[in-house]
């Protein structure tokens, strides 16, 4: 079940009859010993149009079926999630409404899901006004560069300049070290531009070229001559619905003699790669946050999580294998509803009264062993920059799957804290 991109719909339990309909269910066992049989309130700011769409369908997905673990376990501190989902159109205004309207309208006792870094930039600041806090499922930088607030929190998806950073010698160690960059033109692409070019020169490498693509083209082949004939190494990151004809037109462009190619999987997130046009791609290496493909190693965790949100091995929907998952970005919901229940059980959480003390239960977290809470890896959590750190994955295209090649470790990823939150005032 997934958000329509028109209203809001509440899930699972309606606010006004929740008292009536937890006496005739027969989860009354499960909810009896709160102290309030009201449901705790999560606002999904959800993608349900404009670029991110694709995401925001399986981040709503995803988001159900974490509910439905958690609710079947017993809810929050004994009171049953409540989903209240809102389209932001992945645009950075709407994203600010949608925050105040979580607060004003809706009552919400946090705010939760966002992707797309512009639209974080965007509504991060309405979540300080409101304080509500604000926990985002992006992998920007902007919350760990302290350019936000201490209501806004990254507690299930690791930055791009850890990412980056963990990546770039494996790039430079076998692939090479004249690289040249192509990036989506907003503040996700930019920081792929910076920290990469800043990882890879560490490595003793050179960018050569930056080409920056505006977020909603749909033809790329203008922007491919501007590649250095020297190039070594082709880095890609693209995002938006035209991904499918980026990767086609990359393909077209170079035929078969082209650099190697090192690519973030946002570039083919939601695409078959089965999909003609696209052979090219083998023995190409992608970045993911999560193997889209069951690998021979899969954990329990993994395999559960498969099942749960309702994905093959393949990373498709089980129901339609040509719906392809987000498979490499959509566990961060999952593991961040259940950093949020943590919280609010550490905290004690009853009421927004208790805002406070749950982002301070958060922010007092650290390690996040691998299991069914988090099944994309182990973690570690900075309380003072408001950012997990976690393994990352380089996987390679052979007959036509992602097969992994590396892992990193968590340590790969660490830099120094550029801020610490928890000395702002809320």
């Given at each position: 079940?997934?958000?329509?991109?028109?209203?809001?719909?509440?899930?699972?339990?309606?606010s006004a009859g929740a008292g009536a309909l937890l006496a005739a269910s027969p989860l009354i066992g499960r909810f009896a010993s709160a102290q309030s049989s009201a449901p705790i309130k999560i606002g999904f700011?959800?993608?349900?149009?404009?670029?991110?769409?694709?995401?925001?369908?399986?981040?709503?997905?995803?988001?159900?079926?974490?509910?439905?673990?958690?609710?079947?376990?017993?809810?929050?501190?004994?009171?049953?999630?409540?989903?209240?989902?809102?389209?932001?159109?992945?645009?950075?205004?709407?994203?600010?409404?949608?925050?105040?309207?979580?607060?004003?309208?809706?009552?919400?006792?946090?705010?939760?899901?966002?992707?797309?870094?512009?639209?974080?930039?965007?509504?991060?600041?309405?979540?300080?006004?409101?304080?509500?806090?604000?926990?985002?499922?992006?992998?920007?930088?902007?919350?760990?560069?302290?350019?936000?607030?201490?209501?806004?929190?990254?507690?299930?998806?690791?930055?791009?300049?850890?990412?980056?950073?963990?990546?770039?010698?494996?790039?430079?160690?076998?692939?090479?070290?004249?690289?040249?960059?192509?990036?989506?033109?907003?503040?996700?692409?930019?920081?792929?531009?910076?920290?990469?070019?800043?990882?890879?020169?560490?490595?003793?490498?050179?960018?050569?070229e930056h080409i920056a693509v505006p977020p909603a083209e749909t033809s790329f082949t203008k922007y491919f001559p501007k590649i250095p004939r020297e190039t070594e190494v082709l880095y890609h990151v693209m995002?938006?619905?035209?991904?499918?004809?980026?990767?086609?037109?990359?393909?077209?462009?170079?035929?078969?003699?082209?650099?190697?190619?090192?690519?973030?999987?946002?570039?083919?997130?939601?695409?078959?790669?089965?999909?003609?046009?696209?052979?090219?791609?083998?023995?190409?290496?992608?970045?993911?946050?999560?193997?889209?493909?069951?690998?021979?190693?899969?954990?329990?965790?993994?395999?559960?999580?498969?099942?749960?949100?309702?994905?093959?091995?393949?990373?498709?929907?089980?129901?339609?294998?040509?719906?392809?998952?987000?498979?490499?970005?959509?566990?961060?919901?999952?593991?961040?509803?259940?950093?949020?229940?943590?919280?609010?059980?550490?905290?004690?959480?009853?009421?927004?009264?208790?805002?406070?003390?749950?982002?301070?239960?958060?922010?007092?977290?650290?390690?996040?062993?691998?299991?069914?809470?988090h099944p994309q890896g182990p973690k570690l959590f900075n309380g003072k920059t408001h950012q997990v750190f976690g393994v990352q994955y380089i996987s390679r295209v052979e007959n036509g799957r992602l097969v992994?090649?590396?892992?990193?470790?968590?340590?790969?990823?660490?830099?120094?804290?550029?801020?610490?939150?928890?000395?702002?005032?809320?």
């Amino acid at each position: 079940m997934t958000q329509t991109p028109k209203t809001s719909r509440r899930r699972l339990l309606k606010s006004a009859g929740a008292g009536a309909l937890l006496a005739a269910s027969p989860l009354i066992g499960r909810f009896a010993s709160a102290q309030s049989s009201a449901p705790i309130k999560i606002g999904f700011q959800q993608h349900s149009t404009g670029i991110g769409a694709a995401y925001g369908r399986w981040y709503g997905r995803t988001t159900d079926a974490a509910v439905k673990m958690i609710n079947d376990a017993g809810g929050i501190n004994g009171r049953p999630v409540e989903i209240i989902a809102e389209d932001d159109g992945t645009d950075p205004k709407r994203g600010a409404e949608v925050v105040e309207k979580f607060s004003n309208q809706h009552g919400c006792d946090v705010a939760f899901g966002t992707l797309f870094s512009h639209v974080v930039i965007g509504s991060a600041p309405a979540a300080g006004e409101q304080k509500i806090p604000y926990f985002v499922v992006s992998e920007g930088h902007h919350v760990a560069s302290g350019a936000l607030n201490r209501y806004t929190l990254q507690p299930g998806i690791t930055d791009v300049k850890s990412q980056v950073q963990a990546m770039a010698p494996y790039v430079s160690e076998n692939l090479g070290k004249k690289v040249t960059m192509i990036f989506p033109d907003f503040a996700f692409g930019h920081d792929h531009r910076d920290f990469f070019t800043a990882a890879i020169e560490a490595q003793g490498g050179e960018v050569l070229e930056h080409i920056a693509v505006p977020p909603a083209e749909t033809s790329f082949t203008k922007y491919f001559p501007k590649i250095p004939r020297e190039t070594e190494v082709l880095y890609h990151v693209m995002v938006g619905p035209a991904v499918l004809t980026f990767v086609k037109e990359l393909g077209e462009f170079f035929g078969p003699s082209s650099p190697a190619i090192f690519g973030f999987i946002d570039s083919l997130e939601a695409v078959d790669l089965a999909s003609p046009g696209l052979e090219f791609l083998e023995g190409t290496y992608f970045w993911e946050g999560n193997p889209r493909y069951a690998q021979a190693d899969q954990t329990e965790y993994d395999q559960a999580f498969r099942a749960a949100v309702g994905v093959d091995d393949n990373g498709a929907s089980v129901s339609d294998p040509s719906d392809v998952s987000t498979y490499a970005h959509m566990f961060g919901c999952w593991e961040t509803l259940n950093i949020i229940k943590a919280g609010m059980e550490a905290s004690d959480y009853q009421s927004a009264a208790d805002r406070q003390k749950l982002i301070e239960a958060v922010e007092a977290m650290t390690e996040m062993p691998e299991s069914m809470q988090h099944p994309q890896g182990p973690k570690l959590f900075n309380g003072k920059t408001h950012q997990v750190f976690g393994v990352q994955y380089i996987s390679r295209v052979e007959n036509g799957r992602l097969v992994k090649v590396h892992t990193t470790s968590i340590e790969d990823t660490l830099y120094p804290d550029e801020v610490d939150y928890t000395t702002q005032s809320f």
